[in-house]
């Protein structure tokens, strides 16, 4: 089992960044891919990024390749998120999830996190 915990979400202006973490706890974290999911207000929820177990491979849904980066360290049981030049249509509580298989659905993952809101200022 993994219980996910997020941080670092906030309040930032257009253009600026942040960087969320995703602290695990489980024996299982350095096996299982990670992803960041978001859902905006009034929107489904929708996949963000995605890391194999051993970071091997990194995937990005089309509105945030090259502003996001996705990363994690085994040895700390964490993921992270970076996000650069952030727009007000980022604004959206974002959500870590670990899950057995490779995958951008979020039907794959079967743990996650209680979410971070961040809010991006126009």
């Known amino acids: 089992q993994v219980q996910l915990v997020e941080s670092g979400g906030g309040l930032v202006q257009a253009r600026g960044s942040l960087r969320l973490s995703c602290a695990a706890s489980?024996?299982?974290?350095?096996?299982?891919?990670m992803a960041w999911f978001r859902q905006g207000p009034g929107k489904e929820r929708e996949f963000v990024a995605a890391?194999?177990?051993?970071?091997?491979?990194?995937t990005y849904a089309d509105s945030v390749k090259g502003r996001f980066t996705i990363s994690r360290d085994n040895a700390k049981n964490t993921a992270y998120l970076q996000m650069y030049s952030l727009q007000y249509e980022d604004t959206a509580v974002y959500y870590c999830?670990?899950?057995?298989?490779?995958?951008?659905?979020?039907?794959?993952?079967?743990?996650w996190g209680q979410g971070t809101q961040v809010t991006v200022s126009s």
């Open positions: 999830a670990a899950g057995p298989r490779w995958s951008v659905s979020s039907t794959s993952y079967n743990y």
């Open positions: 489980g024996r299982t974290f350095s096996t299982s891919t």
């Open positions: 890391i194999y177990w051993n970071a091997a491979v990194t």
